[in-house]
C-alpha cells in the first residue's frame, strides 16, 4: 500500500463547478496535510495546510480533514481554466518524520 | 514573503561532467533545506535533507557520494550531482521551512532545476 494514494485523473470538470480531490493515507500518526498545485514543468506551490479534522477554507479552496478516516480532500469552488493543473497531496508526521507526495491527480478544467 | 530561487533553471551537459545545483532563500533564514529529484508523471521523491552547519540526511537508495550536499549558510544549500549519468536527468526542486524544519512546518519550493545529462 503506498503512503499516500491519489487518483491520477484527468478529473475533467466544467468552468464554474466544483472540483473535488481526494488523498487517503496509511500512517495514523501523520499530523500534517498539504495540498500543492504544480503546474507542468513547474514546481509545486503550497495552496493550503490542515492540522485538525474539519474544513478549513481559504478563498475557493476548502480542505477537510479526517484523521479517522485517513482521508484528506481539496474542494476547489468556481473552478477556472487556471485551476487545470496536477494537484499533490502531501502528509508529514508519523514514523518517517518527512513530507510524503501522493503522485497527484490532475486537474482539467474545461472552458 | 517565503520565496525560495534555484540556479541553474535548466542544465545540459555531457556524461561524466559534475553539476552544482544552489538553492536560496531569499526573504527568510532556512535552518532546513529539502532536496527532491521528480522524473516525468512520478511524484517528488526526497533525496536528503540539509541542516546549517551540519552534515545532510540522506534518503535510502540515495547515493551521499554522488549527490554531495553543502548547508553553508542560513540562506544557501547547495546539491552536486558528481559524474552524472544519463539515467540522472530529472527535475530537482528545492525546497525550505520557516525555522527549525518541524513537521508542522510548511516547505516552501524553489522553482526547480532541470538536469538533462547526454
Known amino acids: 500500500q503506498k503512503e499516500v494514494e491519489q487518483n491520477s485523473g484527468p478529473l475533467s470538470v466544467p468552468e464554474g463547478a466544483i472540483a473535488s480531490l481526494n488523498c487517503t493515507y496509511s500512517?495514523?500518526?501523520?499530523?500534517?496535510f498539504f495540498w500543492y498545485r504544480q503546474y507542468s514543468g513547474k514546481s509545486p506551490e503550497l495552496i493550503m495546510s490542515?492540522?485538525?479534522?474539519g474544513d478549513k477554507e481559504d478563498g475557493r479552496f476548502t480542505a477537510q480533514l479526517n484523521k479517522a478516516s485517513q482521508y484528506v480532500s481539496l474542494l476547489i469552488r468556481d473552478s477556472q481554466p487556471s485551476d487545470s493543473a496536477t494537484y499533490l497531496c502531501?502528509?508529514?508526521?508519523?514514523?518517517?518524520?518527512?513530507?510524503?507526495f501522493g503522485t497527484g491527480t490532475l486537474l482539467a478544467v474545461q472552458p | 514573503g517565503a520565496v525560495v530561487s534555484q540556479h541553474p533553471s535548466r542544465v545540459i551537459c555531457k556524461s561524466g561532467t559534475s553539476v552544482k545545483i544552489e538553492c536560496r532563500s531569499l526573504d527568510f533564514q532556512a535552518t532546513t533545506m529539502f532536496w527532491y529529484r521528480q522524473f516525468p508523471k512520478q511524484s517528488l521523491m526526497l533525496m536528503a535533507t540539509s541542516n546549517e552547519g551540519s552534515k545532510a540526511t540522506y534518503e535510502q537508495g540515495v547515493e551521499k557520494d554522488k549527490f554531495l550536499i553543502n548547508h553553508a549558510s542560513l540562506t544557501l544549500s547547495t546539491l552536486t550531482v558528481t559524474s552524472a549519468h544519463p539515467e540522472d536527468s530529472s527535475f530537482y526542486i528545492c525546497?525550505?521551512?520557516?525555522?527549525?524544519?518541524?513537521?508542522?512546518?510548511?516547505?516552501?519550493f524553489g522553482p526547480g532545476t532541470r538536469l538533462t545529462v547526454l
Open positions: 490542515i492540522y485538525s479534522n
Open positions: 500512517d495514523r500518526g501523520s499530523q500534517s
Open positions: 502531501a502528509v508529514a508526521g508519523g514514523a518517517t518524520n518527512k513530507l510524503i
Open positions: 525546497s525550505a521551512s520557516t525555522s527549525g524544519g518541524s513537521l508542522t512546518d510548511t516547505q516552501y
